[in-house]
């Protein structure tokens, strides 16, 4: 079995997958008689319509455990889709390059508390990971319409996905 080390989640290591969600250095507009920093257009959503439509989703995930076994990635042809968390834990996020229609080596990544991603269309990721009990998310995709956006690919031989020490704190809960 072959093993995969998570690895921060930043912008630029994260670009060829997508995007991360996350406050930029500087809002776009201070609001709310200067109360409230807005940070815009944060994501690009890339959805082919055929009939569908962006639409809003909730997942609750269940917790998963480290060391955390990859057995299979998808990828969504019709449309991107956003996770947005809507708890402050770090969660995994597992991507893999396309290789001629099948995933490449894959490589995880983990969030910084509050940190969203928005995956490309058609990129191979994992199925949502959090670490720190279970997790409510906010996803925006695509929602019906013509053409499957679903495509499952199960790897002959499964990953582990291990956690660098220097990330273990992490995962850690917060003190009171």
């Known amino acids: 079995m072959s093993e995969i080390w998570i690895r921060p989640l930043t912008v630029e290591a994260f670009a060829p997958f997508g995007e991360v969600i996350d406050l930029r250095d500087q809002p776009s507009a201070i609001i709310n008689q200067g109360l409230c920093e807005r940070h815009s257009d ?29 057995e299979m990635v998808e990828r969504h042809p019709m449309g991107s889709q956003a ?33 969203g991603i928005n995956i490309k269309r058609n990129t191979w990721h994992g199925v949502l990971t959090p670490l720190a009990g279970s997790g409510r998310f906010a996803v925006i995709d695509r929602i019906g319409g013509q053409g499957s956006n679903l495509e499952e690919f199960w790897f002959d031989a499964p990953y582990t996905v291990r956690l660098g020490e220097d990330l273990e704190e992490r995962l850690e809960p917060s003190a009171p």
Not at 42 to 70: A, I, N, W
């Open 42 to 70: 944060l994501m690009t959503l890339d959805v082919k319509h055929e009939g569908g439509r962006v639409g809003l989703s909730l997942f609750q995930s269940q917790h998963r455990q480290l060391p955390y076994r990859l």
């Open 83 to 115: 996770f947005i968390p809507m708890s402050e834990p770090s969660f995994l996020v597992i991507v893999a390059p396309d290789n001629w229609g099948k995933p490449a080596q894959p490589l995880a990544f983990l969030t910084q508390p509050g940190q």
